[in-house]
């Protein structure tokens, strides 16, 4: 206990004096609301005022519910029988203990439980709100009350006064050991440590399944996997995974891996890994990442097998690249190089973006783009921070209970190695993604964008398609990508896993969880088609295998990375998945890993309509910059 109050007091007196100097670089700055939360939330106080009779009414409600809670609680405590006004569900992990059961700390909860419904309940009823209004205070609403949480508190949560009476306080003291650390790894800023890094590393544990980096561009390094069969589908299969995370959360472990099983089932598979940029790269555009992302890759695809055409898979933002890739192909009349196309939780029709519209209108954006002028790319531990808070129970409070009350070390999880994994945004890239498909939803029109000279139709792409999206999606509401999956010509095959946006996706047939539901026809709307789908026990990955093998062509000799068309570069993941911001100081230039020998091979009729950036020095072969 003596050496850790001695670190504390050495760390505290340290960060003390940076935020005082913080404070003082800051203070003639303005610090504006950049997501309208204070706008916002006095548009709401406006209109309940207006109406005070329904708010005296609301009032009412809040006192009739805690009067009601009270009586349940005395006949409980009495020996009577009640009904619990909230009853305990295991589901909730925040009051998952036993120790919830004791008499004092039911109340406690339920009294919690009771108030936030009531306050939720009155946010969402108040009228004349418009749309994106509304939206941010019921969302801010839910963040107030769960941080209200009792347990996030030491004197309301029975684990931590457990805990605190057995360690004779040491858990406080090792919390606030803790605290303090992640507040010195933020510089000034609360960066909550969600998993020890020490316990991971790349091409060991985590992004494990053997391969080649066999070509590379200033955006992305494609990957090449080795086979494990003597024969495979002549076919080969591309995965373009978002770049807001590095590809490999298709490939964690061998247990889970999306990319292994796929390469046991005969598929050659080549993967997309995005750079994590710097301001170097901040004039690159959204056609850039078209160009040189999967056009580039489709490209070297066919050098390394000799085969004319692909099948295509895109996950979250990666489905949405696909889908341009797929309109694009279409109007320069080059639509067999895709075989067919598979879209991972995507969303193409933005019309009820869910949870995260909240921070998407013009007003944040512009806030944003003033943000990333001054730097060029928007940081990933912003991006990181506004994905966490969409589950902030989970994401956020977990850990604070967890590492500040109990003073535990947070576990080694691959899933949470992954997610800590944080990767930038060119400014203008992203800027053009948020206004021209998150806020004006054009990509859904025909011709509604340009891309690399040619106008998008996706009305026209005939390309038979496999859409998978989850129940409990929070990022990719299920309901916005079937608006989506009706907007091509083609066949499309919609399938409903179980799970999240994660879970649901990286759901291997071993585990044996969750349902998925299928629907050989596409309703007119998402509920009717769920109404007439058919339910099914376990993974849906064994479903798609089904689906894409009439797409695979004949079998043929197993490919080697690197024996073909294009050499082996380095050992997969490769350097650019392997740079992570967290292990660097994030306003450290030059972080984007270097450009070894790019490829000077372009799409077939390349337009080019922004500035290019200057190329990055060119290391030796095989060389790892320190920086990435």
């Known amino acids: 206990m003596a050496r850790t109050l001695a670190e504390i007091a050495l760390r505290s007196d340290r960060i003390v004096k940076t935020h005082l100097a913080h404070q003082a670089r800051k203070l003639h700055e303005e610090h504006p609301d950049e ?85 939720q309940n009155t946010v969402a009823e108040v009228e004349g709100l418009d749309q994106q209004t509304a939206r941010k205070v019921q969302f801010f609403t839910k963040q107030y009350v769960d941080a209200l ?103 964690l472990r061998q247990s889970n891996s999306f990319i292994k099983w796929a390469v046991d089932q005969g598929i050659t598979v080549f993967v997309i890994s995005w750079v994590n940029p710097d301001e170097k790269l901040a004039e690159k555009t959204f056609d850039d990442y078209l160009i040189e992302g999967p056009l580039a890759a489709m490209d070297a695809v066919k050098k390394a097998t000799g085969e004319e055409s692909i099948n295509l898979i895109g996950y979250c933002l990666g489905g949405t690249l696909a889908a341009t890739a797929l309109g694009w192909l279409r109007s320069r009349g080059q639509a067999d190089r895709v075989k067919s196309a598979t879209f991972f939780t995507t969303m193409i029709d933005f019309e009820e973006p869910g949870e995260l519209g909240v921070f998407v209108d013009e007003g944040v954006l512009a806030n944003l783009e003033k943000k990333m002028q001054q730097r060029g790319f928007l940081e990933g531990s912003e991006m990181a921070s506004t994905f966490n808070l969409l589950r902030a129970n989970d994401l956020v409070w977990s850990f604070v209970v967890n590492n500040y009350l109990l003073g535990r070390e947070p576990m080694p999880f691959d899933l949470l190695y992954w997610n800590s994994d944080a990767t930038r945004m060119p400014a203008r890239m992203h800027t053009f993604y948020l206004r021209h ?46 608006a989506g999956a009706k907007l091509f010509k083609g066949p499309v095959k919609f399938v409903l896993g179980g799970s999240g946006h994660i879970a649901g996706i990286v759901n291997p047939p071993k585990s044996n969880k969750y349902w998925y539901w299928t629907n050989p026809s596409l309703a007119d709307d998402a509920d009717g088609w769920l109404e007439a789908a058919e339910k099914n026990p376990g993974s849906w990955w064994n479903d798609w295998l089904d689906w894409i093998a009439e797409f695979g062509g004949k079998k043929v000799p197993a490919r080697k990375p690197g024996d073909a068309g294009l050499k082996a570069l380095e050992d997969a993941p490769g350097s650019y ?52």
């Not at 009601?68 to 029988?81: F, H, I, N, R």
């Not at 964008?449 to 990022?475: K, M, N, R, W």
């Open 35 to 119: 997501i309208g939360v204070s706008k916002a939330f006095a548009d709401l106080a406006t209109r309940m005022m207006s109406d005070p009779y329904k708010l005296a009414e609301a009032g009412m409600k809040m006192w009739q519910s805690q009067f009601d809670l009270w009586q349940s609680w005395v006949k409980q405590v009495t020996g009577a029988e009640t009904t619990s006004l909230a009853p305990q569900q295991k589901s909730d992990p925040r009051f998952r203990s036993d120790l919830w059961n004791n008499w004092m700390f039911d109340y406690i909860r339920q009294a919690y439980l009771v108030a936030a419904e009531d306050v």
């Open 149 to 251: 949480a009792p347990s996030n508190f030491v004197l309301t949560n029975p684990d931590v006064l457990k805990a605190t009476i057995e360690t004779g306080g040491k858990n406080l003291l090792d919390g606030l050991n803790n605290l303090l650390n992640d507040i010195d790894r933020g510089q000034g800023k609360l960066a909550i440590k969600m998993v020890d890094n020490k316990a991971f590393k790349m091409g060991e544990n985590v992004a494990t399944t053997p391969g080649k980096v066999v070509f590379q561009t200033e955006l992305m390094q494609l990957i090449q996997y080795e086979p494990t069969t003597p024969d495979v589908y002549s076919t080969p299969l591309l995965i373009v995974p978002p770049w807001i995370n590095k590809y490999y959360i298709l490939d």
């Open 437 to 482: 498909m998150y806020i004006r939803n054009e990509l859904r029109e025909p011709g509604g964008i340009s891309l690399a000279g040619e106008a998008i139709d996706l009305s026209q792409v005939e390309t038979p398609s496999y859409f998978i999206s989850t129940l409990e999606d929070h990022i990719a509401p299920w309901k916005s990508t079937y």
């Open 577 to 628: 998945a392997s740079f992570r911001l967290d292990t660097h100081t994030e306003t450290t230039a030059g972080a984007t890993p270097k450009v070894e020998e790019p490829s000077t091979e372009k799409p077939a009729a390349r337009k080019r309509t922004a500035a290019k950036p200057e190329r990055a020095a060119k290391p030796k072969k095989n060389a790892k910059s320190s920086a990435g």
